[in-house]
């Protein structure tokens, strides 16, 4: 099983930055991807960053260039890096972690609101 807890969301005016945490825990070997989504009221969940065991990325449009993902002692923590917020970036931001044929775990949630 893995456990997933992210933090660091908070209350940012338009460019500012915030770094959002992902901290795994429990058979983490299993993980394969971690990536992080997030959900903006009244929309869908929508991939933001995803970083792979080989340390490959993906960025969506909306954020290519302003976020980074990374990771430090292999799954322990994930990270988000977010820079030059924008309004339309305030949302609940996700953490997943893919296991693979054994599943994904979601975190809590953390919310990210940017106020213009």
């Known amino acids: 099983q893995v456990q997933v807890v992210e933090s660091g969301g908070g209350l940012v005016k338009t460019g500012d930055s915030l770094r959002l945490d992902c901290a795994a825990s429990?058979?983490?070997?299993?993980?394969?991807?971690m990536g992080w989504y997030r959900q903006a009221p009244g929309k869908q969940r929508e991939l933001v960053a995803a970083?792979?065991?080989?340390?490959?990325?993906y960025y969506s449009d909306s954020v290519k260039g302003r976020f980074t993902i990374s990771r430090a002692n292999a799954w322990n923590t994930v990270y988000l890096q977010m820079n030059t917020l924008k309004p339309e970036d305030t949302a609940v931001y996700y953490c997943?972690?893919?296991?693979?044929?054994?599943?994904?775990?979601w975190g809590q949630g953390t919310q990210v609101t940017v106020s213009s």
């Open positions: 429990g058979t983490i070997s299993s993980i394969i991807a």
């Open positions: 997943k972690a893919d296991r693979g044929d054994s599943g994904f775990t």
């Open positions: 970083l792979t065991g080989g340390n490959n990325t």
